[in-house]
């Protein structure tokens, strides 16, 4: 707590960095291998432009949901995540648009997939590929016909091994193309820069 305002502890901050390293290898590694269109905004995914999972305004809310005890969601979780709702691929998905093209569509059904695939505590832990069909039964009509081509081609994949990331400092290739790569460890390095200026040390 500094200055009346909660920010997030270093512990808070490393497992959310870790989470969302894994969440861009998992969607880039389908973008990479379903071959269905690759869309030069905004990537890697979630961590450049605008509202991107990296910048501090958007960290320094969504690792609050480690917190415990639990924060008020509305207050402390709900503004940054509605700033990363500024990113591209959220436009296009969140809400029919007349404006988004296919590949904004199968981008949206694969990022919404692979976060339902994570285990994330506020999706009720990780699904199957089963449950993740039956979740996307009841999805806003402009979203179906392109969760019912993915998800299938997704499960027919080989799935890439996330648990080979242990570290926002130090991680391996498990699978997208090198200059996708390499843009991420520049991010991470850039990331982790500008929150030891900020007091975070993030030692793993």
Not at 166 to 194: C, D, H, Q
Request: charged residues 20%; hydrophobic residues 35%.
């Amino acid at each position: 707590m500094t200055g009346g305002i909660l920010l997030p502890s270093e512990h808070e901050i490393s497992k959310y960095l870790l989470d969302t390293l894994r969440h861009v290898f998992h969607v880039e590694y389908f973008i990479s291998h379903l071959r269905m269109g690759n869309s030069p905004i905004q990537r890697p995914h979630d961590i450049v432009g605008e509202g991107n999972k990296f910048e501090w305004n958007v960290i320094k809310g969504l690792s609050l949901q480690y917190h415990t005890p639990r924060v008020d969601f509305a207050t402390y979780i709900l503004p940054a995540l509605n700033l990363h709702r500024l990113q591209h691929h959220h436009l296009m998905w969140n809400e029919s648009n007349t404006t988004a093209k296919p590949v904004d569509m199968f981008l949206g059904a694969i990022d919404a997939t692979c976060s339902l695939l994570e285990n994330r505590a506020y999706q009720g832990g990780s699904h199957s590929y089963e449950d993740v069909k039956k979740i996307f039964d009841n999805n806003p009509d402009h979203k179906i016909p392109w969760t019912k081509i993915i998800v299938p081609r997704m499960a027919a994949q080989p799935q890439p091994d996330l648990e080979r990331i242990t570290s926002i400092n130090s991680f391996p290739n498990i699978g997208v193309p090198e200059l996708i790569y390499e843009k991420i460890v520049f991010r991470a390095a850039e990331t982790i820069s500008m929150l030891q200026q900020r007091g975070y040390a993030l030692q793993q």
